[in-house]
């Protein structure tokens, strides 16, 4: 920092108190994309097992 001066530091502090607001909002969202990635990944599982099916058949 340049200058450690009261108006400076509350500047810092109000920016510091956006930064944090933001993140947790954003913690919900991350939060729930990374269970929608967890049940997406379960699904996968699944599909090789289509797709054995589907080439036998077609064999």
């Given at each position: ?16 108190h ?42």
């Amino acid at each position: 920092m340049m200058s450690n001066s009261p108006d400076k530091r509350s500047e810092w502090r109000a920016i510091l108190h956006i930064q944090a607001r933001v993140a947790v909002l954003f913690v919900p969202v991350v939060a729930s994309l990374l269970l929608i990635a967890a049940l997406a990944g379960n699904d996968r599982k699944s599909v090789p097992d289509v797709d054995r099916t589907i080439t036998g058949s077609v064999r």
